[in-house]
């Protein structure tokens, strides 16, 4: 069907509507630490849609921002399919390790959520989830013959993997329902789209379709700007309660999405309260989070959630692990200050085997900025300098080197 609306049409004031709208878009419906996952790598295997797109009244880009926004489901149940396609190098199992490892925290327990659901980074993965309000939840990852499960109530975290039998304990802040969602779930994913409604974005309705069961509009959010390795986003809005249903995002180079995220089945009803019960079973090895404030790490910077980390433009980064962001919109990048040494470019240059077979994975750039190499994926590029400096992006190599010039 043809786009509603365009916002070619959107004069100034919409603009300012759309952001509003979006801001008032943040919704909880699991914990942050159900997804310590790297930041916007998560994607979903594509809902089972059914045939025939709905006739529904026609509505606007803003209408349905704010439907978005109005949104208030506290209580549900469903199935989500999980998928990336990030077009990462075949390392045999090896890159899944890596991601464990770059993650892991305390002693390595594979119930830590900050380890196990790394896991969602790569491959295809089925996740039950239920909420009751901001304080139950539950998501369990289904595999072969095992199950992980992290169950939120109250003040308590618990992460279940049946396969080593271990157990994790923690606890939240205070106020952790106030400032963390998840990113496992096409609302999650959604609020964190709808931050990029500015004036570098076109926001239209695009047509209408089924999805679990469900009446839904579809909301597309595709770059003006040239450079970004993002094709366009399309978000599948319940008609009735204003939930996202279904989240997918396709590179700008085409192909299958990098991310996509969607309920194949979904309740709306109040879950029974024993769903969010946990009893540690019997031999079960536990592990219990040091304080509540690693119970709960923060994983919003990543995601352009910290404002620290959100604006374009300004040298904002205080600690040594705060990025500088470079540029606007679509063509931000996030520049790392490492203090060290970069991976050596080229076979002569050092580094030992492993600094060559690093830079094997990569393609070696020059320019005024000395060298380094650009690792890339379908979505997000990074170039390591020699000197040590990171460059990271949803941007194309060539904007990334473009960066490091302007940068000296």
């Known amino acids: 069907m043809a786009p509603y609306e365009t916002d070619d049409s959107t004069d100034t004031g919409e603009r300012d509507e759309l952001r509003a709208g979006r801001r008032r878009a943040a919704r909880y419906i699991v914990p942050v630490t159900v997804v310590g996952v790297a930041a916007a790598t998560i994607g979903l295997v594509p809902a089972l849609a059914d045939s025939g797109d709905p006739n529904l009244p026609k509505v606007t880009a803003q209408q349905l921002i704010d439907k978005i926004a109005k949104s208030d489901v506290q209580q549900l149940s469903g199935t989500v399919k ?24 305390g002693d390595g327990s594979s119930a830590d959520p900050t380890t196990k659901l790394t896991e969602l980074a790569t491959g295809t993965h089925t996740l039950r989830v239920a909420a009751d309000g901001p304080d139950k939840q539950k ?22 993997d049946s396969q080593t039998n271990e157990v994790f304990h923690g606890t939240t802040a ?22 990029s409604v500015d004036d570098t974005t076109s926001v239209t309705v695009d047509g209408t379709e089924h999805v679990a069961g469900r009446d839904a509009y579809k909301l597309l959010i595709k770059p003006k700007q040239s450079g970004t390795t993002v094709g366009a986003i399309s978000i599948a809005v319940d008609a009735k309660t204003g939930l996202p249903l279904k989240f997918t995002l396709t590179p700008a180079s085409g192909g299958a999405a990098v991310v996509d995220v969607g309920f194949t089945q979904l309740s709306l009803s109040k879950p029974a309260a024993s769903t969010f019960d946990f009893k540690t079973p019997k031999g079960a090895k536990v592990t219990t989070e ?6 709960t790490p923060d994983h919003s910077a990543p995601f352009g959630k910290n404002d620290k980390t959100n604006k374009a433009d300004k040298g904002l980064g205080k600690g040594a692990d705060d990025p500088t962001v470079i540029g606007k919109g679509w063509n931000s990048i996030a520049v790392f200050e490492t203090g060290g040494q970069g991976i050596p470019s080229g076979s002569k240059s050092g580094g ?39 460059y990271v992006g949803a941007v194309t190599k060539s904007a990334l080197v473009k960066a490091a010039d302007a940068a000296k």
């Open 174 to 195: 205070a106020d952790a329902s106030k400032s963390d969602e998840t990113r496992a779930t096409p609302q999650g994913l959604t609020d964190e789209a709808l931050k």
């Open 82 to 105: 999980i998928s990336t396609d990030l077009g990462l190098p075949d390392l045999g199992g090896l890159e899944s390790g890596m991601l464990s490892g770059a993650t892991k925290s």
């Open 290 to 295: 040091d304080s509540p404030g690693k119970a």
């Open 352 to 390: 030992g085997d492993l600094g060559g077979f690093l830079s094997s994975l990569g393609d070696q750039v020059k320019g005024s900025f000395g060298s380094g190499t650009v690792y890339s994926t379908r979505l997000i590029n990074a170039l390591v300098t020699d000197d040590g400096k990171v």
């Open 139 to 160: 998501v369990s990852l289904l595999e072969n013959a095992a199950e992980y499960s992290l169950i939120h109530n109250g003040k308590d975290v618990w992460g279940y």
